[in-house]
């Protein structure tokens, strides 16, 4: 079992960066696919990023690519998501979330384990 915190959301400008981080313990995140999910009040959690176990297969959602990074330091146990170029509409709660299966994917039942999740608002 593995026990996720996220951090480093907050309030940026448009064009702004933000790197989030989500800290594990209990188990090493080297054993798990991960994934960044964001959602907004009275929308569907939406999946952002994934990171299959060995860390060598990534994927982002279209509204992300170019802009954001997932990226994981095993040696730190941290997965993290690195923001560019932020926009109005990234604005969300973020969630890092983690899969007992090996390949990441955008569907939010394939992963077993949340975080409370990490609030970013990016004014215009």
């Known amino acids: 079992q593995v026990q996720l915190v996220e951090s480093g959301g907050g309030l940026v400008q448009a064009g702004g960066s933000l790197r989030l981080s989500c800290a594990a313990s209990?188990?090493?995140?080297?054993?798990?696919?991960m994934g960044w999910f964001r959602q907004v009040p009275g929308k569907e959690r939406e999946f952002v990023a994934g990171?299959?176990?060995?860390?060598?297969?990534?994927g982002y959602a279209d509204s992300v690519k170019g802009r954001f990074t997932i990226s994981r330091d095993n040696a730190k146990n941290t997965l993290y998501l690195q923001m560019n170029s932020l926009k109005p509409e990234d604005t969300a709660v973020y969630y890092c979330?983690?899969?007992?299966?090996?390949?990441?994917?955008?569907?939010?039942?394939?992963?077993?384990?949340w975080g409370q999740g990490t609030q970013v608002t990016v004014s215009s």
């Open positions: 209990g188990r090493a995140v080297s054993f798990y696919a």
């Open positions: 979330a983690a899969s007992r299966g090996r390949y990441y994917d955008a569907s939010q039942t394939t992963y077993d384990y």
């Open positions: 990171n299959s176990w060995s860390g060598g297969n990534t």
